[in-house]
Every structure is written in C-alpha cells, then in structure tokens.
C-alpha cells in the first residue's frame, strides 16, 4: 500500500517555525517532482512549493518565497518544508504529494497535518 505521512505540525505563534516531513512508503517517489500544498478553513488546496527530483530546482508561491524551504531525501523517501517566520495566513492543512506535467497526483493524498499560527 502506499502511503504518504505528513507531520510536524502544530500550534505556534507568529514568527515562530516548524518543519514539516512527508515520509513516502510502499514505493519510492525520488523520480518525482515533489510538492507541498495547503487548505485553509473554507478554501480551496493551494500549491506552496515544489522541489525537482535531484533537489536542485524548487518553486515557491509568492507568498512563502524567502520564509519557507523545500528540500528532499531520496535515501530517506522524505520531503521536509521548513517554514520561518509563520503569519497567522499560514494556517491551513498542510499536503505533499507527487507532481506530474505542473499538477498534484492527487491519488496520492495523505491524511495533511495541521498548521496553526496565532497572532
């Protein structure tokens, strides 16, 4: 079975950090372009950053450029997303999935893992 497992999240106030994993099993998605999305309360999932298979390209939203950074372990079958400098605007269920031609493969979403920033 394949799985993706976020964690790391949490309650944290503004400023503040954390670093979110996503740990892949059942198969290995180091071929794969690799993205972290986020669904806020009443909004529809967004992209938030994306690293290339070897971690040498990453893409961001404008939003999170300079505050938040992809990386990768294709040793470990994880993709972390470090995030500084939270804003209260963070706040949403954080995803990772496998990418392909620009999109989600959205048959791989996991259970997310809250983020939740207070001013």
């Known amino acids: 079975q394949v799985q993706l497992v976020e964690a790391g999240g949490g309650l944290v106030q503004a400023g503040g950090s954390l670093r979110l994993s996503c740990a892949a099993s059942?198969?290995?998605?180091?071929?794969?372009?690799m993205g972290w999305f986020r669904q806020a309360p009443g909004k529809e999932r967004e992209f938030v950053a994306s690293?290339?298979?070897?971690?040498?390209?990453?893409r961001y939203t404008d939003s999170v450029k300079g505050r938040f950074t992809i990386s990768r372990d294709n040793a470990k079958n994880t993709v972390y997303l470090q995030m500084n400098a939270l804003k209260p605007e963070d706040t949403a269920v954080y995803y990772c999935?496998?990418?392909?031609?620009?999109?989600?493969?959205?048959?791989?979403w996991g259970q997310g893992t809250q983020v939740t920033v207070s001013s």
């Open positions: 059942g198969r290995t998605f180091s071929s794969y372009r």
């Open positions: 690293i290339g298979s070897s971690g040498l390209s990453t």
């Open positions: 999935a496998p990418m392909l031609a620009g999109k989600a493969l959205n048959s791989y």
